[in-house]
């Protein structure tokens, strides 16, 4: 059985088939080539303002948003520099005093904990010389203000002159003990100096405390005075019932007009109109606006109280008062990071 085979391209006389192929795939080529340069450019090409654009667009929400702006007024303020090395000494001394009793302590970690205490301690005295002066203009003022404050609040003005003073002398003895620390010069009497200046520091807090206890004291009768005049209940169920009586009252009133059709129209009396309901819950929404900023200010003024007490230990402890003479790095630390971390939150609060 004879095979079949495939036709045959013709060829024309005096042509070579081996060139006409090459030639044949040459014109292939060049036409792919060409519908592939066409694609590439009809596509269009991304400007470099857009994939800029496109990469800043993170960056530059980050960089403008709120709380971008409050880190760096807490970094640009020396209250806030103050209260974030603080908190990373004492948590420092804290972990150290953990990692000795867990026998984790090297020579190492040893000197870093001691260098952190002493530098960051001669930090926060060299921020405390300019952090103080603030304090004084407060007294001063305090001062000035004796006759008012005292006819007002004899007993509040009595423990914020005693705080005041208190802060402001620790501040003066502070800065000239910290003199011959840093090694720049020595003052005599140093330890006179010290010990002053941890006696004004505790002056200073058991006013602070108690100045808080008694704010705190005013802060509950004033929400126990606000809650009993404008309960949530009753102020819900007023503002209900001042609905209905008004719906009855129109109600009654469309009555009365159907009832005179035809007789002799009399000049009409006004009837008594309730209080609007729009005055109920403009006055709840008043009461519950000061309710809840007294409870925030109450709130506040309970942390600083405890941030205060646990501030207390240090000078007792300085002064070898009995019962804090003893106390390890580890209270010490704790109580420590409990005062720096309400201190923190005070001076993030003030960069709102």
């Known amino acids: 059985m004879d095979q ?8 024309l006389e005096g042509s070579d088939p081996d060139k006409e192929l090459k030639r044949s795939q040459d014109a292939l080529e060049v036409a792919k080539l060409d519908s592939e340069s066409t694609s590439i450019v009809s596509k269009p090409i991304p400007t470099m303002s857009t994939s800029v654009g496109r990469l800043l667009v993170f960056p530059n929400t980050a960089l403008h948003s709120k709380a971008t702006g409050r880190i760096l007024k807490l970094l640009q303020s020396a209250n806030g520099i103050d209260k974030i090395v603080r908190t990373i000494q004492y948590t420092s001394r ?55 404050r005292i006819a007002n609040d004899a007993v509040g003005y009595v423990l914020d002159l005693i705080e005041g003073i208190g802060y402001t002398g620790f501040g003066i003895a502070d800065s ?12 005599p009497y140093k330890d006179l100096v010290d010990k002053m200046a941890f006696n004004f520091w505790l002056y200073a807090l058991v006013a602070s405390i108690l100045g808080g206890m008694l704010r705190l004291y005013r802060f509950r009768q004033r929400l126990v005075k606000y809650r009993s005049i ?98 390890s790095d580890g209270v010490l630390g704790f109580v420590g990071c409990v005062s720096s971390a309400v201190g923190l939150r005070k001076a993030w609060q003030a960069t709102a």
Request: include cysteine; glycine fraction near 6%.
């Open 4 to 11: 079949q085979t495939p036709p045959r391209t013709p060829v």
């Open 94 to 148: 804290l972990l150290s005093h953990i990692m000795l009793l867990k026998d984790l302590h090297t020579t190492a970690t040893s000197t870093a904990a001691k260098g952190i205490r002493r530098q960051f301690g001669l930090t926060r005295r060299l921020l405390r010389c300019f952090n103080n002066l603030p304090q004084s203009h407060v007294t001063l003022k305090l001062l000035l203000e004796r006759k008012q």
């Open 176 to 187: 000239l003990g910290y003199l011959p620390d840093a090694g720049i010069m020595g003052i």
């Open 230 to 327: 404008f309960p949530a209940t009753s102020t819900a169920a007023a503002i209900e019932s001042a609905k209905n009586t008004l719906e009855i009252a129109q109600h009654s009133k469309y009555l009365d007009e159907n009832a005179v059709q035809g007789r002799q129209e009399l000049p009409p009396t006004p009837p008594d109109s309730p209080v609007p309901p729009n005055t109920l819950a403009s006055v709840s929404d008043a009461a519950q606006s000061v309710v809840k900023k007294l409870e925030e200010q109450q709130f506040n003024t309970g942390l600083n109280v405890m941030g205060y007490a646990a501030d207390i230990i240090f000078p007792l402890a300085a002064l070898n008062y009995s019962g804090f003479n003893g106390l």
